[in-house]
């Protein structure tokens, strides 16, 4: 099955500078990566996702990148806030719609400093 | 706006009781999901359902059983609850995207 490794397993930084998460997937066959932000006493919520006939992926600060051949993709959080500071949660999949079964990395707590 | 509700956002039980956490989802999804969180360990599927009465085996299966009655509930259920059982618990659904309910921490004693 696939397997799905994810660092730092902590990250700290400073408001306004960039977060990067990595991870990489075992399985080729996965076509869908998304990426989960869960908040303190919450579950966690989509932010950004990524398809494999895409490279790059944007939404205001966030981006995720993919790079297929290397089966490693990323989570990059630009001019950082406070509340950002969250565990973060890479997935592969197969699949799309509502048949696919993510697997998990084990999460990124991220601490922005102010 | 969309939910994921669970019945209990904190429970305690004594090692042995049978342990109910109840999941409802109000987005007719036909996918829902049971996961344990554990610190360092993520996200690990128990068990999911693809349709009313339908059950797949997850990661960790064992332990643990499910009932899909309706469409909108998925019930997780603890035979006979044990203390490594202690952890969070959460519900999901999915159509294009997952959506997670807020959890049920657990402690068995």
């Known amino acids: 099955g696939e397997n799905v490794e994810q660092h730092p397993s902590t990250l700290s930084v400073q408001e306004g500078d960039s977060a990067v998460i990595k991870c990489t997937y075992s399985?080729?066959?996965?076509?869908?990566f998304p990426w989960y932000k869960q908040e303190l006493g919450k579950g966690p919520q989509l932010i950004i996702d990524?398809?494999?006939?895409?490279g790059e992926k944007k939404d205001q600060r966030i981006a995720v990148t993919l790079n297929k051949t290397a089966k490693h993709f990323s989570l990059h959080i630009t001019e950082t806030q406070p509340e950002d500071s969250a565990v973060y949660f890479c997935?592969?999949?197969?699949?799309?719609?509502?048949?696919?079964?993510?697997?998990f990395g084990r999460g990124t707590s991220l601490i922005v400093h102010p | 706006d969309v939910k994921v509700t669970q019945s209990s956002r904190y429970l305690v039980k004594r090692t042995g009781e049978k342990v109910f956490l109840e999941c409802v989802q109000d987005?007719?999804?036909?996918?829902m999901f049971w996961y344990r969180q554990d610190p360092g360990l993520g996200l690990r599927l128990i068990y999911f359902s693809y349709d009313v009465k339908m059950k797949e085996k997850g990661d960790i299966p064992e332990g643990y059983s499910v009932s899909r009655e309706k469409k909108e509930r998925f019930s997780l259920i603890l035979e006979s609850a044990s203390t490594n059982q202690t952890s969070m618990y959460l519900c999901?659904?999915?159509?294009?995207?997952?959506?997670f309910g807020p959890g049920t921490r657990l402690t068995v004693l």
């Open positions: 399985d080729s066959a996965s076509n869908y």
């Open positions: 987005m007719d999804h036909e996918n």
């Open positions: 990524i398809r494999s006939n895409v």
């Open positions: 997935a592969a999949s197969y699949g799309s719609g509502g048949s696919y079964i993510p697997t």
């Open positions: 999901a659904s999915s159509g294009d995207e997952q959506f």
